[in-house]
């Protein structure tokens, strides 16, 4: 899916004043491209990929998912959406939960992997059964990559997916993220504040400003991948992205 976002601007008010979250963004977003989103706290990434996923309206401005508006291209559930938090049903085991997400979200037009390939996919064929209470963080969010699978979206929008887990875990994970990318090859939209993440992942990194957000550099990251953090070209890349962020926060 391409992405195309044109002039997007948007303010929220509050009891306690205006506050302009998003000013005149512009991007171009290519099909199946992996770009990451760095910026400071505050600075409105998560009101962008809202924007995108149709949970907010813009107030100025423009996108077009393959040309749909955000509520067609929700509508027809080819916007996948993940968060810190996956907030699994706690009454329903893992395989029940991506079993739901696929019945109420049926997809007549399209193919959706079965569960029992998606539990393989993410590693949890072990757990099918089990309670989201009983499995640790790394568990719940690789449950909430297979119910983002389940619905055969074509964006992936993720909010900072795997910040609250720990290092190792973190570090698995988007590797496995990036596999699940070249098999699928999704267009992906990853905020993080991780800059050597970005330099790992991303074929793109879109640096914003401070608030109210506006894209303050865009950097391709042209190295091939799997991608080494010791090799000669990445701790540049890394080091030119640390100043474009300092300068914004
Ligand atoms: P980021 O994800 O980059 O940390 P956000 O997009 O969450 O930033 O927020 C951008 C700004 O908009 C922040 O100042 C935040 O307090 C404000 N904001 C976000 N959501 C709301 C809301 N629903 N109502 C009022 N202000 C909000
Ligand atoms: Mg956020």
């Not at 976002?5 to 979250?21: D, K, M, N, Q, W």
């Not at 795997?162 to 990318?181: G, N, P």
């Amino acid at each position: 899916m391409t992405i195309t976002i044109e002039g997007l601007s948007h303010t929220f008010t509050t009891p306690t004043g205006r506050v302009p979250a998003l000013r005149d963004v512009s991007l171009q977003i290519r099909q199946a491209e992996f770009v990451a989103i760095l910026g400071p706290s505050g600075c409105g990434k998560s009101t962008l990929l809202r924007l995108l996923a149709n949970l907010l309206r813009p107030m100025a401005g423009h996108i077009a998912l393959d040309g749909l508006t955000p509520a067609q291209a929700a509508a027809t559930k080819r916007i996948g959406w993940m968060a810190q938090h996956p907030a699994l049903l706690p009454w329903y085991t893992v395989r029940d939960n991506i079993a739901l997400a696929q019945r109420i979200n049926p997809q007549p037009q399209r193919a959706v992997p079965a569960v029992d390939d998606l539990l393989a996919l993410v590693g949890l064929s072990d757990f099918a059964s089990a309670y989201p209470f009983t499995l640790s963080g790394g568990m719940q969010q690789r449950a909430g990559l297979a119910r983002t699978l389940a619905l055969g979206a074509d964006v992936w929008l993720m909010d900072e997916p795997f910040a609250a887990l720990d290092e190792l875990t973190r570090e698995s994970l988007t590797l496995e993220l990036l596999r699940l990318w070249q098999t699928f090859r999704p267009t992906v939209l990853w905020v993080t504040h991780h800059i050597q993440e970005t330099v790992r992942l991303a074929d793109r990194v879109v640096v914003m400003s401070r608030r109210p957000g506006h894209v303050h550099t865009e950097k391709a990251i042209g190295l091939p991948r799997p991608r080494d953090d010791t090799a000669p070209d990445f701790q540049p890349l890394v080091r030119e992205l640390r100043v474009a962020l300092a300068a914004q926060s």
